[in-house]
């Protein structure tokens, strides 16, 4: 398999623009997890689906950020209208089975820069 | 609700000394404990993992962690550091009862010629 698979890996855009990050999760992982990552905040966890359905959302952001799994192989992450407050590394996360004891499999990351 | 304090933000050593980077927990339950590794412009890699079974875990690249319940503790140590070494490592807890992680806000290692 060839891992968690995350597009664009570099995004620049500008203020205001509508920003879609993608995730393919690794074939049979269940649970599908979206992370932040700026030097301010460090990691945070923004939502995470169990097959295709979201569980959490409180770590997302606000009203601007939305995230969708239509199926088990794809998950997007959109910013619209995006703020230069937006840039980060964004992490797609995959992990297979309700247990604790499982990994999480990172994707590459995608680096977002908002102007 | 649980958590995770790493207790440095920036460790520093030379290479083919010790390292030690410190991470203290909070849970209610008898949680899982990682630790990731993350170098420059990558995403996370999985070091070792603490499940309940022994409490000295070892992991990649000759990293190892104790579990210490009494003093909630689950540091990562290596015996001698090599300049690949140096990344940003997370200790993570995660409850047993849903897939909460909870990740600490990281060490940046550096290894020192």
């Known amino acids: 398999d060839a891992g968690v698979i995350q597009s664009p890996r570099h995004e620049v855009t500008e203020m205001g623009q509508e920003v879609t990050l993608r995730c393919k999760p690794i074939?049979?992982?269940?649970?599908l997890f979206w992370y932040r990552q700026t030097m301010m905040r460090g990691l945070e966890l923004l939502i995470y689906?169990?097959?295709?359905?979201?569980?959490?959302d409180s770590g997302m952001p606000e009203d601007r950020f939305s995230a969708k799994m239509p199926n088990a192989s794809f998950s997007t992450l959109k910013i619209q209208p995006s703020e230069p407050r937006d840039s980060a590394v964004y992490f797609c996360?995959?992990?297979?089975?309700?247990?604790?004891?499982?990994?999480?499999?990172f994707g590459p990351g995608t680096r977002l820069t908002v102007l | 609700a649980q958590s995770v304090t790493q207790l440095d933000s920036h460790v520093s050593v030379s290479e083919g000394t010790p390292v030690l980077l410190r991470c203290n927990y909070s849970?209610?339950?008898?949680?899982?404990l990682f630790w990731y590794v993350q170098h420059p412009n990558k995403g996370l890699q999985l070091l070792l993992k603490?499940?309940?079974?022994?409490?000295l875990v070892k992991g990649i690249n000759g990293f190892e962690a104790e579990f210490k319940k009494s003093e909630t503790s689950f540091h990562l140590t290596k015996p001698s550091a090599h300049m690949s070494d140096a990344a940003e490592y997370f200790c993570?807890?995660?409850?047993?009862?849903?897939?909460?992680?909870?990740f600490g806000a990281g060490t940046r290692l550096t290894v020192k010629p």
């Open positions: 996360a995959t992990i297979v089975g309700h247990s604790s004891y499982n990994e999480q499999f």
């Open positions: 074939s049979g992982h269940d649970y």
């Open positions: 689906f169990n097959n295709n359905v979201p569980i959490d």
């Open positions: 849970s209610s339950y008898s949680p899982s």
């Open positions: 603490y499940t309940s079974a022994a409490t």
């Open positions: 993570v807890v995660s409850d047993p009862n849903n897939n909460d992680m909870r």
